[in-house]
Structure formats: structure tokens, C-alpha cells
């Protein structure tokens, strides 16, 4: 083993994409930060003091975090990998030997012209550190995982819980895995014992909304991925969902499984797939479903308050474009919310609408203006909306929406955006004068309810809303995906093969079928 601790980078980008939406992500959505930025954002675990500090040199090279959208541009892709491989090249010819490197990644990134956008960022990144570098990436559970992806990595984890609970808790134990492989399993020869790793692709496509971990199946799905990782010979255990919003052929579940024992690593690997198969006629919404007016008129009649619905076919954290007009449209012609005195107090968040936010900013708060927002990207379900309302509160320095003011239009407290933004926690509400809680209905731009929203929420109902995240899948018109595809297709011949594949070491050549 070296005297000195191991020298490990960290870079990646992160983007979940949707090919169903006409909006695109350019380099600033990444907000990249580059050395101390990257320790300081992963300080819980990287920070002074902690153990993982103290095992290894870790170097910030760039990592960009991109709120969900629409496909990332080529040249957007270029610049910010550009900036990685010449950073890497940097950071290799003023230090002795880069040991490993870890890959902060989604794995659900589209980039245009591109099939595969992280395995083409690794390949990149390995034509600079070399094949002999360990490389271990963290993944979200809704990322896709393809033979190349796995054969550039050595050690692959993800999210075990979604809503992601367990965001930093994943990255740190990719970080940890590292570290112990280098610092443990040396050769006499000064190399590093490489893991085994056993790829299982599963032929299932669902959203993210049928497969939560709170609930079942996804539920026991999960609960065995420690079960598997506790077993002797076992590294870590990883089951991904997929991404069901892009049309790309690795779009698909996945488990890998990885080791130093090759049995224990293929039987958890094929176990774990085979629990993700003989479930997938299992799987429901997180809640119970409806048109946006279905949703409504429960709502309406419900005694449980707040009550809420996730207006989910635009949720810009799955990668809508967020700028959809259809569910606020439809809420402001219902007769129920015209009454600012009587009608029932409703939420909505949000549309962006940057004009409307200018002109409602120039008014100030308690003056009546007429502003027409949304539709600026996404127009296919509606067009922009024109609304005359009551400026409620105005809100500036939102790291997402950067302005926000909130019109209210009869009983409706509708929320604008300069740029678009997530509600996912009550202080959203709370800084902007609404009270959620003491609302009757607060409709969200989202899918399943975030753990804030969900606590929140007496009752709730995932309204099935048209955008470039459709929980009708096959609505949306996939035509690149690997056929068959439950629930694409129900039936699959002699079955799905669910057999692990050993994938090589990552300095190997990659030999064999493309799967």
C-alpha cells in the first residue's frame, strides 16, 4: 500500500431530460462549479475533519447540477466537457499519479446528436486519465445504465429511495467505495484489484410515479438491495428504475451488482432483476389518478384541506419545460374560483413569464395588472395565458426563478416566475406570503409529492396532465426504445433472459454485442 493518500477528482454533469419537450438546456442551467466550490458543496462528507478528507486528495474539477429540461445543446455538451478534459489534463501534469476519479453524474442526460451522453462524457474522460484510473460514479435510481456506461466505470451505485431521500448518503458512499478499493485491495505490483460487476438490463419503462419506494412493489424491490449488498463478496448493490421520458435505446431498468466474489455478485444481480420483473404488473400510481378536473371536483368535495394535485404532465423535475399554460387555464375557467371573497383558496406553482413578472414588479404589490405568461417553449396543449389580477407578494433572489410574484385572480393565488422553479418545500409558499396549510387546494407542477408537500397534503390526487412528461407514456410516442418494453408491450416470447452479464474491467477493451 502507498505511503500517501490516494489523489481522486471529481467531475460530471447532470441533467434529466425529456425528449417530449421542445425546451433546451444551455451551459449556464449547469451552474458549474469547479475546485473548493465542489469540496464545499459535498462538505457533510469532503469537508475538514471528516474521514474521507483525511483518506485521499480530493481535486474539484467541474460538476454542474441542471434542474430537469429538454435536451441539452451540442454545444453546450462541449463546453462544459471541454472544460473538464482540459482540467483533468491540468490537474494530471502537476501531480504524480491521479489515482481515481469520482463521476457525479444523473445518467438520464439527452444530448443532441448524441445517443448515451454520460458513457461519451466517460469515454472523454478516460482518453485523458487513462484505463488504470478507478473510476465510481453515483447515479439518481432514474438514470439509464448501459453496457458502455458500465464497462467505463468501476464501481456504479444510486438513490435506494425515491422521493430521493438518500442524495448525499448515495454520493458519499460512491466516494467511500472508492477510497477503500484504492487504499485496501493493492498488488504487490502497486496496482488495484479491480471489482467484478454484473449488469442485468430489465425491459420495464416506468415513471417515476409508479415506482416509488414508499409504496409497493418498488418497496420490497428495494428493501432486498441490502439485503444483497450485505452478502460476503458483495461491494454494492444498485437497481435503477430508468428514465421514461426519453426515447433513446438505453432507456430501460438496470441492476448491477458489484464485487470480488463472482457468484455472490451474479446471484444478487439476477435476483434483484428477477424481483423488478415478476413485479411489473404490480405497479400503480403513488395516488389515485384523474383528468384535471376529475381532480377538481374531488378536491371541491373533500373536507380534507389543503388538499393537493400535482398538475404532473409539466413537472420541470422530471423535465418539462414548466412554462405548460394547460392546468392554470383550466383552474381560472372554473366557475368555483371567480369569487375573491367566497371562492374556495387555491395555489397554483407555477408559470414562468418573464414580462408578466417585470410588469407586476413595476406595479407593486396590491395593484391590479394584466399580464399574459407561459407558452414562451412549450405551446403544443396551450397557449400563452392573459390574466388581470391583484399583485399578492413579489419575491427577488431565487437561485432558480430569480423573481417571483404571486397574482391573485379571483380565489386563485397563481404563482409567476422569471425562469422556472420547483415547489417542493413550504417555505416556497411561506416567502412568498401563502399559507399552504391553510389553504383548500394547492396544485403543484410535480409528480409525486416531495416529503414536505407530502406531509403537508391532508389528501392528494396525481392529476394526469398533458406536457413533455405525460404519465401516459404511450401517448407520447416512443419509437427508439428496445422492443419489447413492458408496459409497451405485453408479451415477451420465452421470457426477458434476465442473466447477468459479466462486464469487463474498465481497461479492457469492450468486446462483444451492443445490448
Known sequence: MPSKRPIIAIAGLACETSTFTPSRTLAPAFHPQRGDEIISR???????????SAAAEWHGILTGHALPGGVVTRPAFEALAGEITSRLSHLISTTTQLDGLWLDIHGAMVVDTLDDAEAELLRRIRAVIGPDVIVSASMDLHGNVSRELVHGCDLMTC???APHEDTLETKERACRNLVSVLTTERLPDGSVRRPLKA???VPILLPGEQTSTRDEPAKHIYAAVPEVEAVEGVLDAAVWVGYAWADEPRNRAAVVVTGWEEHPVVEGAERLARLFWDARADFRFVAPTGSLGECLDTALA????PY??????????????GDVTWGLTQLLARPEFKDTATGPVVIYASVPGPEAVRIAV???????????AGADIDNVHAGPITMTGRVHSIKHGDKWAETEVVLQVGSVFAILTKLRKPYHLERDFVELNLR????????????????????????????L???????????LGHHRIRRPMWPFDKTFGAGPGLKARMIQMSNEPLVGPNE
Open 302 to 305: 373533500s373536507k380534507a384541506r
Open 436 to 463: 399552504p396549510r391553510e389553504a383548500d387546494i394547492v396544485i403543484v407542477k410535480i409528480g409525486y409529492l416531495e416529503p414536505e408537500l407530502y406531509d403537508m397534503a391532508a389528501d392528494w390526487m396525481l392529476g
Open 199 to 201: 449488469w442485468v438490463p
Open 465 to 475: 396532465t398533458p406536457g413533455g412528461v405525460d404519465q401516459d407514456l404511450e401517448r
Open 159 to 161: 438513490y435506494r429511495t
Open 308 to 321: 393537493f394535485i400535482s398538475d404532473s404532465g409539466d413537472n420541470p423535475t422530471a423535465g418539462g419545460s
Open 362 to 372: 413595476e406595479a407593486g404589490v396590491s395593484a391590479t395588472v394584466t399580464v399574459t
Open 42 to 52: 459535498y462538505k457533510t462528507f469532503l469537508g475538514a475533519g471528516t474521514p474521507l
